[in-house]
């Protein structure tokens, strides 16, 4: 199972194929659409952006229309995934643990490269190297 794109969450929150067809149209003709389907579709995507496309949390947002249960499924599928990456390693797993909590930051760094060595301020390359084997 993949995530969804835009379109497939448009869709799982009722936008109906006319609309799609509407939208397409106007992207051919190089047409811009009404005053009314932008703000809706505006409105539609900034959801998208707070959801995602993971299944369970479109499925949640789709049932609930709160954010706040989405977190709760989003929290909850994060710390599936640290379970997961986790029983993977037999050695390593607390460095392991700390770069993928470390991820969200360096990905909203400046520079968009993952830094190992902003970890920690004494960390050094060679600490994780074996956790990569």
Known sequence: MYPLDF???AIANGLCSDTIVYLKKCYENIVPVTESVHQSMLKLF????IVGGMPAAVEKFVETQSIAEVLNVQNNLISLYRQDIIKY???GQKKIKTIFDMIPAELNDKNRRFMLSDIKITARMLRYESSFN
């Open 46 to 49: 900034r959801y998208y952006i």
């Open 7 to 9: 379109e497939e969450f």
């Open 89 to 91: 390693s037999s050695s």
